[in-house]
């Protein structure tokens, strides 16, 4: 069965994307001191969108003095109530200017605007608007009375929900009164950048955020910079290592939110239609770029063949293409070296020894594709099961026992999520129990919200972003 | 005039009282400067066998439920009472206070178990949450223990600053390895004494004697280990210690010595589940 689609592009107008980008500091856009310029292209049609700044260490010398004298002068004299009215407006502007951050996110990610309109740019507002009604409760975040920033917080956040991360750091931060130095991913800078305007429609004071683009030299200079009190990090476990090192002989707080390999356990008496759906989110929503993926699907023995029948035939229907379609599932590779990455490690499937499977599916010729994909035939020994692929890539292994089941989903060294689908309530809670993983998706999978703690166990990193958590993490309390 | 039955002061690992398997002790005066004994020098080799004894033990210790490992942590404190005049002299000697002083603080201790055993059934109340999300979901957080803690006991005291160490870890649900402080490791092995006589599972609490700049790197570098308390490491050394550390991201932490929930939760990771609400 073949569905043929009219293409249903969202249009572009509603987006003015200039072509070349300054860095925003202490309130305005400024040119650099010294640094250079880099393209920023949208990996769906390899077109250049805009030429942004690769800020330089002066540039974050810049931003953090700015940072500082926002904290001492403006940010930490006003109320909670007060702070917490910006993050409201915050909130406001970016609901009423939703679906240009959607198209523009959908066109520098290339991930398709049904999840940046749907889900991205939703949950970045509420994240402001969760987080502003902290501002003035404070004493209640868990630390004792009268809970302290930390003062001035480097944040820097990966390329695969470049708003929403910038939320999830931004906005505990705002609350909580520290101000920020945020770098976006050098692919991913141009709805930091729009973001940088609605503070400035927002009135936000000068200095209290900043936003520098850059690679991870830029990066570096703000986790090295002494004047930065606090690092949050989100993005490889390898980078987070080096940062946590970095920062070792320092007084600098530090949150690590980084890689996964998580397990979707699929039991025998799971509902089979709503677990195939459940797959399909776990590691197919935006391309499998993230963190928190269901790349590693253990499914009882007895149920396999039935579950990868019905598995392919709906992988079938995933459609993959214009991101800025409507229609589309499955949209963009973020860039060439992300294709690369995910290439070598379905190479490596081939070579040792794995079956790969994917449905027929024309690829567009420009631009980062790839097709979504299974492997079986998968070992708990194979590069597929244990590496991050961070792609459209899910790796099958199979399991008999519950116990074997949770003894294989906790062989590995991350521990950021778990999915778990079975009819039998006590067997949920039983799994859940079992599992070392920081969030785990009963019968469901892939889901966020502001008010949800989110964050790793192991070598997935420190600390929680969201919920209360979350929040504490930007606070010292005389219990801290 | 009867001659003294000394007292050997050996390692506790997996519930048993070995010497080093390196043979080493070292020689520990008093306050005064007279021998107080030759307590054992751990060795690397002797941390390795205390985390394999430790991680053979966690799961069965976190999974005990939290009003069971209350009522043992009150046991602790229960049967350390009952040897108070060994802590007072221990401590005596230690330190060279007065008995007086020496009383306190064994008092003190005895009071910090029973503290920390009251916290055991409270901290997922405290500190988990029910999470009001958008959509017909139910969803919960609760706070749960890393696994294997390491804990550099520091020398403020000679009794107290050991409770403040292991007994808020143990409270979390973890399974700990004590580096006692190697000015003051007499109490350290009696108070693994009154362990091993009070329900705690063997293995569930192991005591080191020995140098804490010789151990610190072999702790900091051990892929078992999930979180380390370096309250009693020298700030250059706790650098290195955090340094190292990173290799498999430990949680390290420092802390003051007074007793604090915080102490708990600091081993502790929240774990979120989501289910659909539906028909």
Known sequence: ?480 | MRVDVRKTYKLFIGGQFPRSESGRSYELLDAKGNFLANPALASRKDLRDAVVAARGVAEKWASASAFNRSQILYRVAEVMEGRREQFVSEVMAQEGVTKAQATKQVDAAIDLWVWYAGWCDKVPTIFGSTNPVSGSFYNFTTPEPVGVVAVFIDDNSSLLDIVHGVAPVLAGGNVVIAIANEEYPLCAITLSEVIATSDVPGGVVNVLTGRTEELAPWVASHMDIDGVDGSGVEPAAYETLKRDGADNLKRIYSFKAEGSPQRIISFMENKTVWHPIGI
Not at chain 1, 283 to 289: A, D, E, R, S, T
Not at chain 1, 301 to 317: A, Q, V
Not at chain 1, 376 to 400: D, K, N
Request: a positive charge.
């Open chain 1, 1 to 480: 069965m073949k569905f043929e689609y009219a293409p249903a592009p969202e249009s572009t107008a509603i987006v003015d994307i200039q072509s070349e980008y300054n860095l925003f500091i202490d309130g305005k856009f400024v040119p650099s001191k010294g640094g250079k310029r880099f393209e920023t292209i949208n990996p769906a049609n390899e077109k250049v969108l805009s030429r942004v700044t690769q800020a330089t260490s002066a540039d974050v010398d810049r931003a953090v003095k700015a940072a500082t004298e926002a904290h001492r002068k403006t940010w930490s004299k006003l109320t909670g109530a007060q702070r917490g009215k910006y993050l409201f407006r915050i909130a406001r502007i970016l609901q009423e200017r939703a679906r240009e951050f959607a198209v523009l996110e959908s066109m520098d990610n290339g991930k398709p605007i049904r999840e940046t309109r749907d889900t991205d740019i939703p949950l970045a507002a509420a994240h402001f608007f969760y987080h502003a009604g902290w501002a003035d409760k404070l004493d209640y975040a868990g630390l004792g009375k009268n809970p302290k920033p930390h003062g001035v917080v480097g944040q820097i956040i990966p390329w695969n929900f470049p708003m929403l991360m910038l939320a999830w750091k931004v906005a505990p931060a705002l609350a909580t009164g520290n101000t920020v130095v945020l770098k976006p991913a050098e692919t991913t800078p141009l709805t930091a950048l729009l973001f940088a305007e609605v503070c400035q429609q927002a009135d936000l004071p000068k200095g209290v955020v900043n936003i520098l683009t850059g690679d991870g030299s830029t990066g570096a200079a703000i986790v090295n910079h002494p004047g930065i009190n606090k690092i949050a990090f989100t993005g490889s476990t390898e980078v987070g290592k080096i940062i946590a090192k970095s920062v070792a002989s320092s007084k600098k707080a530090l949150t690590l939110e980084l890689g996964g390999k998580g397990a979707n356990i699929i039991f025998e008496d799971a509902p089979i239609d709503e677990t195939v759906e459940g797959i399909i989110n776990g590691i197919f929503f935006n391309q499998g770029h993230v963190c928190c993926a269901g790349s590693r699907l253990l499914v009882q023995e007895n149920i396999k063949d039935e579950l990868l029948e019905k598995l392919k035939r709906r992988m079938s229907l995933i459609r993959v293409g214009d991101p800025l379609d409507k229609n589309t599932d499955l949209g963009a590779i973020n860039s060439q070296a992300q294709l690369m990455k995910i290439r070598e490690l379905a190479e490596s499937g081939d070579a040792e020894g794995a079956q790969r499977w994917s449905p027929q599916c024309e690829l567009p010729e420009k631009g980062f594709w790839f097709p979504p994909t299974f492997f079986t035939g998968v070992s708990q020994a194979h590069r597929i099961a244990r590496e991050e692929i961070f792609g459209p890539v899910l790796s099958v292994i199979t399991f008999r026992t519950p116990s074997e089941a949770i003894e294989k989903a906790n062989n590995t060294p991350y521990g950021l999520s778990a999915g778990i689908w079975t009819d039998k309530g006590s067997r949920i809670l039983w799994s859940a129990q079992q599992l070392k993983a920081g969030v785990i998706w009963a019968n469901t999978f892939n889901k966020f919200d502001p008010a949800s703690p989110f964050g790793g166990y192991k070598e997935s990193g420190w600390g929680r972003e969201g919920g209360r958590h979350g929040l504490s993490a930007y606070l010292k309390g005389d219990f801290s």
